[in-house]
């Protein structure tokens, strides 16, 4: 059985140009995937979790009846993770959030979340993929490397696509601003070294010199500038390099204000390069059910959004909360290890199709089917453009939402 237009479920870029072929029950082959997303679909069966409850193996309701007593008995629970879910199971986590009283949180917390706190300052000039691929004839990367994070998105949406204005990558000027000669930089007309920690700094001597002021700008950014300047359509994509270096929020917050300011001369906009392929659903649908994006406590009985107090890391580290669960993410794996440790002295539930890190720390484990490949559902691009996820497997598992959905009923029973 062949598949056609899946929608790969692993990387913001969210490719929804994937053939899938399955025979015997099994994916044995796909066309047109990275090679990341090969390995997620050929191998999503691998180190499958089972469900258990302190180590011992035990039936899928047992699992999700302990899970469910665990949180009606916690006082201050935290619900972590979601990226890698569809946006249905996003909005039942909420509703269990609220239910419960929780700390819900999601993984833009540790990756974009400063991007998300500096446009809720700066605001942002967004525009599609589709937009770039169409119209872009110059972009920056900055802080970021997709040719090796994201790595159809040179191919589908950036450099080498022909769209409607720009037929090739002869038409487009690249350039890429990182703190050392990535593999993405290799494409590009231009490369520029920056000193880590100092794009804060750059990025807001490029706003002063944009405005006539006699600051000490180095030539290679004058140039980078006078290029933005004079183009006809820019945009600048951006990843953890600013968002996870000295200035985080202030680093995005300049980086948005900057092409504010360049569109009284051209067109510009910027995009967040977001790593998990539905973390931008993630916030979407915090957004529209709470009203904030990421790290709400709901103990008050209504949502207070407070980054630095609600987000896990901090829970975790103040050890502010005596129950959680972790929703298809690994926090053992990334998170500072005075962090994730709390995780393991606290009755910590995992939802995930695979064993990982912090399913082997965890007290109870329930297996998923794994969202993209075993259950369909709602996904957002990192533009923010929501796609369908298709279900091309069967699994013996229940959904991140079915679960969820069970959850809630037995935690208000
Ligand atoms: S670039 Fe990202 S979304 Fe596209 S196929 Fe690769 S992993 Fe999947």
Known sequence: MIYENVVCPFCGCLCDDIIVTVENGQITNTKNA?????????????????????????????????????????????????????????????????????????????????TILGLQDAGCVKCSLGEVKNRADLVVYWGCNPAEAHMRHFRRYSVFPEGMFRKSKKEREIAVVDVRKTTSARIANTFIKIEPGTDFEVISLMRAHLKGRDVPLREE?????????????????????????????????????????????????????????????????????????????????????????????????RKECDAALIIASDPVSNFPSETWKHLADIPTIVM??????????????????????????????????????KKVLDSPWLSDADVLSQLIEKVMA
Not at 374 to 380: D, K, N, P, V
Request: aromatic content about 8%; overall charge neutral; charged content about 15%.
């Open 221 to 317: 950014y004058k140039t980078l500038l006078e290029k933005m300047k004079t183009c006809e359509f820019g945009i600048i994509f951006f990843g953890l390099g600013l968002t996870m270096s000295k200035g985080k929020h202030l680093n995005v917050n300049a980086a948005l204000r900057l092409v504010r300011d360049l569109n009284e001369y051209t067109k510009f906009s910027i995009t967040p390069m977001r790593g998990h392929y539905n973390v931008a659903g993630a916030g979407s649908t915090m957004a529209w059910v709470t009203g904030y994006p990421f790290a709400v406590n709901f103990s008050l009985g209504y949502p207070v959004h407070n980054p630095g107090e609600f987000s896990a890391v901090d829970v975790l580290a």
């Open 34 to 114: 990275c090679a990341i997303s090969k390995s997620k679909f050929v191998n999503h069966h691998q180190n499958a979790l089972n469900p258990s409850i302190g180590g011992q193996e035990v039936s899928l309701e047992k699992a999700i009846d302990k899970a469910a007593d665990i949180l009606r008995n916690s006082q201050a629970p935290l619900i972590y993770g979601l990226s890698s879910t569809e946006c249905e199971a996003q909005r039942h986590a909420i509703h269990l959030a609220e239910i419960l009283g929780a700390t819900i949180d999601q993984t833009a917390s540790v990756c974009h979340g400063p």
């Open 352 to 389: 995930d199709p695979k064993v990982n890190l912090t399913s082997k720390i965890a007290h109870v484990c329930i297996p998923v089917a794994t969202a993209g490949i075993e259950a369909e559902g709602t996904a957002y691009r990192m533009d923010g453009v929501p796609l369908r996820l």
